[in-house]
């Protein structure tokens, strides 16, 4: 599985060079980006908790008419996620430590980018939770590609609902050095719906070749950019999350009582994202990891860890 990863990681990185030798003789309004975030980035033998998920993303460059904006991206996502549980051998009450849960969703986010170096985000996300999610399906298959072992457990999943939730996000820049090689921002969103009830604070801190949010990869404003300056930065994002309600957890809202009942989830919890991004040419590379306490208290282990890979193409 390790061999697998790492050829992952060198056939994006060999794409990189091949964009160089194209010129930006015009704005690229659009990106096509995929994502998708494993615990086996890690190049360990965890399996657990958050074990897959995958998004694919169509984000194109709106027109900016005001003299405040200095951008606008909307924002078009498709994706999956599964939860696993561990197993717990019968020494409690239940069989496992979290709920198996599969979540499919679709959304739309209008990013707007101000001078003063702020980004504001409305998002809109409609989601299934249960078997028509298909986490059951997609992971077998998955499995039986790469030949490892097959997951129990998906027989007493979170069962179907569906819901709507909506989010708001806001970032700003608080310093920046002179050369651009450094800066700290602030980051607060919230999110409430029928499938999510949180909110979320960060101090999101980068170091590298840095462009303003309006032209950066970090904030999604490169889409629709006039620069055409390589951009690679490393960053480190230490964040608290609120968590009200997780469907993934507690079950649709409107549902049986019965995951409610069984499962609590933390009302709190600390979290450390570190990574970093390459935006050359025409595309975008990055890798990151997340580090977080559990989610539900009855987990077995206190603390979750998983990484992320992203390729974007900008058209």
């Not at 490892?148 to 970032?171: C, H, M, R, T």
């Not at 303003?212 to 960053?235: C, I, M, N, P």
Request: aromatic share 14%.
């Amino acid at each position: 599985m390790k061999i697998i990863v790492l050829r992952i990681v060198c056939l994006l990185v060999g794409i990189l060079p091949l964009q160089l030798a194209l010129s930006q003789s015009k704005i690229l309004k659009s990106e096509i980006a995929i994502q998708n975030d494993n615990d086996v980035y890690l190049l360990t033998s965890q399996d657990r908790y958050y074990t897959n998920g995958i998004n694919i993303n169509y984000r194109l460059g709106l027109k900016s008419d005001t003299s405040k904006v200095k951008n606008r991206v909307l924002d078009i996502e498709l994706g999956q996620k599964m939860y696993n549980g561990v197993n717990l051998y019968n020494t409690r009450s239940s069989q496992w430590d979290r709920p198996f849960a599969a979540y499919l969703y679709l959304s739309g986010e209008l990013n707007q980018y101000y001078r003063q170096e702020q980004v504001l985000s409305l998002k809109v996300e409609f989601g299934q939770v249960g078997p028509l999610a298909k986490g059951k399906e997609v992971q077998k298959i998955i499995h039986q590609v790469f030949n490892i072992y097959e997951v129990s457990g998906w027989e007493g999943q979170i069962p179907n609902a569906f819901g709507v939730d909506l989010g708001l996000k806001y970032q700003r820049l608080f310093y920046r050095s002179s050369g651009r090689s450094f800066e700290i921002s602030g980051v607060g969103s919230g999110t409430l719906g029928m499938n999510h009830v949180n909110a979320n604070i960060g101090l999101p801190i980068r170091w590298g070749r840095l462009r303003s949010f309006y032209h950066s990869a970090f904030t999604k404003g490169h889409v629709q950019s006039t620069k055409t300056d390589r951009e690679l930065f490393f960053y480190y994002i230490p964040s608290l999350y609120y968590h009200g309600y997780n469907s993934t957890i507690q079950g649709g809202i409107g549902n049986d009582k019965t995951f409610r009942d069984q499962y609590t989830i933390e009302k709190f919890m600390p979290s450390h994202k570190v990574g970093f991004m390459l935006a050359s040419g025409r595309s975008t590379l990055g890798l990151s990891y997340v580090f977080q306490s559990r989610e539900a208290k009855e987990m077995l282990y206190g603390t979750h860890q998983y990484g992320s890979l992203f390729y974007g193409l900008r058209f």
